[in-house]
């Protein structure tokens, strides 16, 4: 079984501020690997997804990945309340189901004004 | 359609009787899954459709569960004798698929309530 380990939060972070959430995976040989955010009573939305090791940046959001570690992450600058959710780590199958998703329990992150 | 639907939006069944959740999937979108994600957690994997084709069932929980894509479109998922561990909200999610970069796009999902 594959595991996605998250810091399960809540996360609080004032406004303006970088929010860091992290994401631990087990299965050392995972290539893909993605970024949810859910609000509350909502579905996920992709974000971000990365590949490769290092940064990736889109507008203020930069997703980490150090593949040696199992290890990712996601930076969200100049948090806004509108960011408040719960973000989903995500890995991808290797095996012959392309597009499974393994997902952490989420970590629930709020932006105070 | 705009997006992937999902019908109904909420049910809330006794235990023992079977429900059937529906997911019209984006249109073109080759690759569908479903998910089943209990409060407070991530999604868990159900099961994977390519077209018709059920590819992948391994995260069927028990029998009662069964799912059907029979024109490679709509799909169907069905749960038999409801129990109360079924209370969950049940996502259905699609992707082109073309490259493994595809988007999975997910559905609003169906919050069900076994009583």
Partial sequence: ?113 | GAGVSQSPRYKVAKRGQDVALRCDPISGHVSLFWYQQALGQGPEFLTYFQNEAQLDKSGLPSDRFFAERPEGSVSTLKIQRTQQEDSAVYLCASSLRLTNTDTQYFGPGTRLTVL
């Fill in chain 1, 1 to 113: 079984q594959k595991e996605v380990e998250q810091n399960s939060g809540p996360l609080s972070v004032p406004e303006g501020a970088i929010a860091s959430l992290n994401c631990t995976y087990s299965d050392r040989g995972s290539q893909s690997f993605f970024w949810y955010r859910q609000y509350s009573g909502k579905s996920p939305e992709l974000i971000m997804f990365i590949y490769s090791n290092g940064d990736k940046e889109d507008g203020r959001f930069t997703a980490q990945l150090n593949k040696a570690s199992q290890y990712v992450s996601l930076l969200i600058r100049d948090s806004q309340p509108s960011d408040s959710a719960t973000y989903l780590c995500a890995v991808e199958d290797r095996g012959s189901t392309l597009g499974r998703l393994y997902f952490g329990r989420g970590t629930q992150l709020t932006v105070w004004p």
